[in-house]
């Protein structure tokens, strides 16, 4: 069956780095479009990348500039960089397959990003 397990969350100050991972299984990663979206408390979920089996690269306006999503397609891993992290960047991050927008068909179980000032 389709997995996406998260990893790589954790706790920063404002204006540090964390990289998260996705290992996905069950389906050819290769060939598929592949996304992260978040959700903050209280709020609802947010696309934030996206990125084609060539390797093309899509930003949400909130990201752009500071986020880098990429993959290994020889690992089945799909990567999230987060450079200068802010306050608001809190919440739980997922990678999804199958997303129109924040809505995806399969998502992973998250994992958890908190940036204190």
């Known amino acids: 069956q389709v997995q996406l397990v998260e990893s790589g969350g954790g706790s920063v100050q404002s204006g540090g780095s964390l990289r998260l991972s996705c290992a996905a299984s069950g389906f050819t990663f290769s060939n598929s479009y592949m996304s992260w979206v978040r959700q903050a408390p209280g709020k609802g979920l947010e696309w934030l990348s996206g990125?084609?089996?060539?390797?093309?690269?899509y930003y949400g306006d909130s990201v752009k500039g500071r986020f880098t999503i990429s993959r290994d397609n020889a690992k089945n891993v799909l990567y999230l960089q987060m450079n200068n992290l802010k306050t608001e960047d809190t919440a739980m991050y997922y990678c999804?397959?199958?997303?129109?927008?924040?809505?995806?068909?399969?998502r992973g179980q998250g994992t958890q990003v908190t940036v204190s000032s």
């Open positions: 999804g397959k199958g997303c129109s927008g924040s809505v995806c068909a399969v």
């Open positions: 990125i084609g089996s060539p390797g093309f690269t």
